[in-house]
T-cell receptor
């Protein structure tokens, strides 16, 4: 059974700091991994998707890496801003033609202080 | 380009009642998945619909059922509501190309409170 763990559960940083969020998964047979952002009481916004054959993806100040063999992914946020404050979730999709579900971690609550 | 929409936004029900939640996928998408997110937890997969059929189901009881219509929109039905069904229900849509599923896009969710 796939299990996804995110560390830390919460993180508070001053504005302008670079930071790293961690995600680990127990089954390395994944099809892809997605990072999401969730504002309080809202839906999920997709940030980055990494296919199993890729090592990293970048979008603006965000960079996500994937090490499938060790079951780890990191989300790097450069020059953090107060507007980055949210919960960040990672989710993996297991490989296999009939597997469609995403398995999520519990998320990291990020607070960026002005 | 309309994203994923869900209705209603909020819903309050009492134990034992039944509820129907609705989802319209992002324009051009043909696959809808439903997730349940309890407070402080990550979303849990309920099931996925494609071509009006349930394709995969998570670890949820038969009280949870769904439907997909020819226009790709979907409904989630929950019977005999329990207090533990209180959660944010999220709908996600995606497009199947060449038999493979692409990135999933989520709607704003429906907050269900069971009293």
């Amino acid at each position: 059974k796939q299990e996804v763990t995110q560390i830390p559960a919460a993180l508070s940083v001053p504005e302008g700091e670079n930071l790293v969020l961690n995600c680990s998964f127990t089954d390395s047979a994944i099809y892809n991994l997605q990072w999401f952002r969730q504002d309080p009481g809202k839906g999920l916004t997709s940030l980055l998707l990494i296919q199993s054959s890729q090592r990293e993806q970048t979008s603006g100040r965000l960079n996500a890496s994937l090490d499938k063999s060790s079951g780890r992914s990191t989300l790097y946020i450069a020059a953090s801003q107060p507007g980055d404050s949210a919960t960040y979730l990672c989710a993996v999709r297991r490989s296999g033609g009939s597997n469609y579900k995403l398995t999520f971690g519990k998320g990291t609550l990020l607070t960026v202080n002005p | 380009d309309a994203g994923v929409t869900q209705s209603p936004t909020h819903l309050i029900k009492t134990r034992g009642q039944q509820v129907t939640l609705r989802c319209s996928p992002k324009s051009g998408h043909d696959t809808v998945s439903w997730y349940q997110q309890a407070l402080g937890q990550g979303p849990q997969f309920i099931f996925q619909y494609y071509e009006e059929e349930e394709r995969q189901r998570g670890n949820f009881p038969d009280r949870f059922s769904g439907h997909q219509f020819p226009n790709y929109s979907s409904e989630l039905n929950v019977n005999a509501l329990l207090l533990g069904d209180s959660a944010l229900y999220l709908c996600a849509s995606s497009l199947r190309t060449s038999g493979r599923e692409n990135e999933q896009f989520f709607g704003p969710g429906t907050r269900l409170t069971v009293l």
